[in-house]
């Protein structure tokens, strides 16, 4: 019921703009979230979007990551800079209300 989308192959120092499409019934209620994971570690928490808007982010992507809502498309999006080999990761997008929902990931590879 979340579609990511946007990730891929970027360079170290670039960009990439991921996307997670849900419906108005979900997205409305619900607190948005991107997490990543990387293969033998547990997912982590990168940021959190309220649908009033209230903003969160993990100490450890505070200033390189922008996350936020398009309350007419449904749609969270997550805006990374100045990217680095480790951020590589599978990326997934999190929808949190009575229920948790979970996006199907979109794989970010970082080159050196």
């Known amino acids: 019921q979340l579609q990511a989308s946007g990730g891929g192959l970027v360079q170290a120092g670039g960009s990439v703009k991921l996307s997670c499409a849900t419906s108005?019934?979900?997205?409305?209620?619900?607190?948005m979230g991107w997490y990543r994971q990387v293969p033998g570690k547990q997912r982590e928490l990168i940021a959190t979007?309220?649908?009033?808007?209230?903003?969160t982010y993990a100490d450890s992507v505070k200033g390189r990551f922008t996350i936020s809502r398009d309350n007419a498309r449904n749609t969270v999006y997550l805006q990374v800079n100045s990217l680095k080999p480790e951020d590589t990761a599978v990326y997934y997008c999190?929808?949190?209300?009575?229920?948790?929902?979970w996006g199907q990931g979109t794989q970010v590879t970082v080159s050196s």
């Open positions: 979007i309220t649908n009033g808007g209230s903003i």
């Open positions: 999190h929808a949190r209300n009575l229920q948790n929902y």
């Open positions: 108005r019934s979900i997205f409305s209620i619900s607190t």
